[in-house]
């Protein structure tokens, strides 16, 4: 037993550093050249949020425009948002479901697999093959979307504050 956990913690290392290095070290850098933390809670949080909108390809043009709208850290935006590709993918089914629920209709055949086999005959075939469950996830996620953003922002602050005092 001991020897599995050894080889568990050694597969986890190149992992957590890849993290720490792709991710936790250029948002603490943002810190330590004057980025308010408050500000980049927010720019996290949107990142997350918006990095798992369940239409796949506007996430990136969606953070971007968000980002240059309201003068927010245009790179720390995109860093966060594109980590969330896994969890975006993850995501669709739910809030597909959500969004039948809200709308009443009932539950469609959806699943990630069935989907990214429909791109492959086109992006325009798969859109129309699955309009309804784009719309769904859509709302879904709408309805989702802002509580989520006010309550990372709300977790994250904290945290960037007591990071940004190490830097001064």
């Known amino acids: 037993m001991d020897l599995y956990a050894d080889k568990t913690a050694l597969l986890n290392i190149p992992m957590r550093n890849w993290l720490y290095r792709k991710i936790v070290e250029p948002l603490l850098a943002l810190l330590g050249q004057g980025i308010a933390p408050d500000r980049l809670a927010l720019c996290v949080a949107i990142g997350v949020v918006v990095g798992n909108i369940p239409i796949l390809g506007v996430s990136t043009i969606l953070c971007a425009a968000i980002a240059l709208a309201f003068r927010l850290n245009l790179p720390a935006i995109q860093i966060v948002q594109a980590v969330m590709a896994p969890t975006q993918l993850l995501l669709i089914v739910p809030f597909v479901r959500l969004g039948e629920w809200i709308m009443r209709a009932p539950p469609q055949p959806v699943s990630v697999k069935e989907g990214l086999a429909l791109m492959e005959h086109g992006v325009g075939h798969a859109i129309v093959a699955l309009r309804d469950a784009i719309l769904h996830a859509g709302l879904g996620w709408m309805l989702v979307a802002p509580a989520?953003?006010?309550l990372l922002?709300?977790?994250?602050t904290p945290v960037f504050r007591r990071a940004a005092v190490q830097f001064k």
């Open 148 to 150: 989520a953003v006010y």
């Open 153 to 156: 922002r709300l977790l994250l």
